[in-house]
């Protein structure tokens, strides 16, 4: 039974969850890194909010673990790079709090347009400055969203239902979901000159770091109000100071810092500046649908393979899974096969698909083929670790989907490009669960790839099965299954034996010894 952690105070509701689906469950929360570290080895799940540090050095205590799952958006507090190098699946729930999260930019913003924070302080000592608090209306003013995903486009939403006009950045923004959304596509430079209102709902990358930088702040119109719900970071917070104090800027509302907590700013008690701690996801609704998300997808994925809202790696719902299954069992053993066999100076590989395969998704047939492949250079090689291990050693992947009627209803190929020229396998199912290999470097044979195999390139020649058969016998080897293929007779033939031991080193040798052997390799595939 799989076991999962849950080391953030999370709803009840998971943990229901989680016993539900067959996972154990353990709630251990509060623990320093140190402590979290002494106990980690145990679990195949972590689950977390954002006070868990998931870091390289908790990661290699970490000997069991299979997946990490955050409830909510943000991922800064788990180290991707060093999960995905040790084979860690990384999901988060970036729609439970998506609601959320857009109604407390769209509050900061009508908090900032009529100075609410300042006039109820005033009211309730007792001052009554009625003429102080001269506000604005939000009705027919420009809103610049930068980021028109998940979150902005629901800020849209509620923006043009305040009859507002919206423009927006984000370079994935296609003009057809532009129309579809309501809104204007604009480049960055053209909304900073255009908003009134700006709202920022993207991830902190090395692309938007500082995005309304010192630069870009001074581009904006003058009287421009600024919410970020987004994260810490985006804006330059010594910078939005500057242009608070000069009046350039006539407000903002950050509920997100570079750094948090944020016990101490120079934005503090600036005018014209709202402040709320990192309060986006914060609602009893969205810390419920957050919790039930995440428990979902990691039992999902630890029960039945299904992998849903992960970073680097293809989704793969529960249901599809079951019919992926066989194909990722066929696509690991064909990777398997070609990294034994010719894994010397590998360039380039391609994952061909045709028939039935050609109408599944691709890419976790792909990191299956990877696994196999790269296996030969790592014992803790998996999907999800494989594109990296591929990608650091400069292995270029290629991915070819074929509309196509073949000999066979199904079918996968895997070529690849050595300094010896391409070499290529390929497999089908037989009885739509069971990998067969059908050819292997142009010649075809139909094997079933076992645990323990030989694969041997002889010539052609009358009684070699025969003395090959009593050098494996005089081994103390059994012959499971015998499979065979030649480009022609007489010519250069393939032999694939199933093995019921395995083959020493001397063996081996005594094989190579025979008569018109020109290869001979022991093969083992899990």
């Excluded at 539900?20 to 195949?44: C, F, M």
């Excluded at 700013?265 to 609704?285: K, M, Q």
């Excluded at 010397?344 to 395969?357: K, R």
């Excluded at 890419?363 to 014992?379: E, F, N, Q």
């Amino acid at each position: 039974m799989p076991k999962v952690l849950i080391s953030d105070k999370m709803d009840p509701r998971a943990a229901e969850i989680f016993r539900e689906r067959g996972v154990e469950v353990d709630e251990i929360t509060g623990k320093t890194p140190e402590e979290l570290a002494a106990i980690i080895g145990e679990y195949d799940g972590l689950a977390i909010r954002s006070s868990t540090k998931v870091t390289k050095a908790i990661l290699e205590h970490a000997t069991k673990l299979k997946v990490v799952g955050r409830a909510g958006i943000g991922v800064d507090n788990v180290d991707i790079p060093a999960a995905s190098a040790k084979g860690v699946v990384v999901m988060n729930t970036p729609f439970g709090n998506s609601i959320t999260t857009a109604e407390h930019a769209i509050a900061l913003m009508f908090a900032l347009a009529r100075d609410l924070p300042e006039a109820d302080k005033s009211t309730q000592a007792g001052k009554w400055e009625k003429n102080r608090f001269m506000g604005v209306e939000v009705t027919n003013k420009t809103l610049g969203l930068i980021g028109a995903g998940n979150i902005g486009s629901i800020v849209a939403d509620r923006a043009l239902g305040l009859k507002m006009k919206v423009v927006a950045y984000d370079p994935f923004l296609t003009p057809e979901r532009a129309v579809e959304l309501g809104i204007e596509k604009v480049e960055l430079d053209e909304l900073l000159k255009r908003a009134d209102f700006i709202t920022l709902h993207t991830p902190l990358t090395d692309s938007t770091r500082n995005i309304l930088s010192k630069d870009n702040l001074a581009k904006t119109k003058k009287g421009v109000r600024i919410v970020n719900c987004a994260r810490g970071g985006l804006i330059d917070e010594a910078a939005l100071k500057e242009g608070l104090d000069s009046g350039h800027i006539a407000g903002a509302a950050l509920d997100v810092f570079v750094t948090e907590p944020a016990k101490e700013s120079p934005l503090f008690g600036t005018p014209n500046f709202i402040s709320t701690p990192h309060l986006g996801a914060s609602t009893t609704e969205a810390q419920v649908n957050v919790a039930i998300q995440v428990a979902e997808q990691m039992a999902d994925f630890l029960v039945n393979g299904g992998v849903t809202n992960a970073l680097k790696m293809p989704s793969l719902s529960a249901e599809e899974a079951p019919k992926v299954k066989p194909y990722l069992a066929l696509a690991e053993k064909l990777g398997s096969l070609v990294g034994q066999l010719a894994h010397d100076n590998l360039t380039h590989i391609a994952i061909e698909v045709e028939g039935a395969a050609a109408e599944l998704n691709i890419k976790p047939i792909t990191g299956a083929v990877l696994a196999g492949l790269m296996r030969v250079y790592s014992d803790t090689v998996n999907m999800v670790n494989a594109p990296h291990l591929a990608k650091e050693r400069g292995l270029d992947v290629r991915e070819v989907r074929h509309d196509r009627e073949g000999d066979y209803h199904t079918l996968i190929r895997v070529s690849v490009q050595t300094s010896q020229g391409e070499r290529s396998v390929s497999g089908t199912l037989f009885a739509n669960s069971q990998p067969r290999l059908v050819e292997i470097f142009d010649v075809k044979v139909e094997a079933d790839l076992t645990e323990r195999m030989l694969y041997i390139v002889n010539e052609d020649a009358p009684g070699f099965i025969g003395r090959l058969g009593t050098a494996l016998g005089e081994a103390g080897v059994n012959i499971g299954t015998f499979h065979l293929g030649r480009r022609a007779a007489g010519g250069e033939a393939v032999l694939l034996l199933s093995v019921d031991q395995p083959v020493d080193a001397a063996t081996l040798d005594k094989v190579k010894a025979l008569p018109g052997v020109k290869t001979v390799k022991a093969l083992e595939f899990q």
